[in-house]
């Protein structure tokens, strides 16, 4: 929702949480400012989902796609700088052949806040380690990776295979594509049974 109200696509509003860029981040500033009463600044966390791209195509399709995405999520990013806000969650698009987040966005954000800030969306170990290396991220999440991969973290730590992500299962209401991918050990252990065989 706070997405929909930043967007100068979505956002057609003709009150004061909407028109201006100004107007438009009103609803932001508010529930921040509401949650932070409640749990405090400290402890909290937004996230972003800024989409850049360049075809007119994708404009069309895509909606959140901003005239001017750097400007309106840089304002937003001071939005909660000036509140405090704990950490920045910024969600990339990652569907195959996504357009890239500029490298020139990211240290953007980076100068405009001081908080910790995590990035999301199709990352490889080597995509993340290099925004790590370039200090414009503090963390990565991995979602759809971990879920194919319950021990993720110790596969990224020793370069093990990861297993494909089954994305047709996903969230299917069983465990299914959920929770019955199989750790490294275990797929280890299965691969020497069938050798033994």
Request: charged letters at 20%; hydrophobic letters at 45%.
């Amino acid at each position: 929702m706070v997405n929909q109200f930043i967007s100068d696509h979505a956002n057609t509003r003709s009150d004061e949480y909407g028109g201006s860029l100004q107007n438009r981040l009103r609803f932001l500033r508010e529930v921040v400012a509401a949650v932070a009463a409640v749990v405090g600044p400290e402890r909290m966390g937004v996230r972003f989902s800024p989409l850049f791209t360049s075809t007119d195509d994708e404009r069309v399709y895509l909606g959140f796609v901003e005239d001017d995405p750097q400007q309106t999520y840089l304002e937003a990013v001071k939005v909660l700088e000036q509140a405090g806000v704990a950490y920045l969650s910024i969600a990339e698009a990652d569907w195959e052949n996504a357009p890239e987040m500029p490298v020139t966005f990211r240290r953007a954000v980076r100068a405009a806040f001081s908080g910790r800030i995590m990035y999301a969306g199709g990352y490889t170990a080597e995509r993340a380690a290099a925004l790590l290396d370039a200090k414009v991220a503090d963390l990565v999440a991995f979602g759809r990776t971990f879920i194919a991969n319950p021990d993720l973290p110790a596969r990224l730590a020793n370069g093990w295979p990861l297993n494909a992500v089954d994305a047709g299962s996903l969230y299917g209401g069983t465990e299914k594509g959920f929770t019955d991918y199989p750790t490294y050990s275990q797929a280890d252990s299965a691969a020497i049974t069938r050798k033994a065989a």
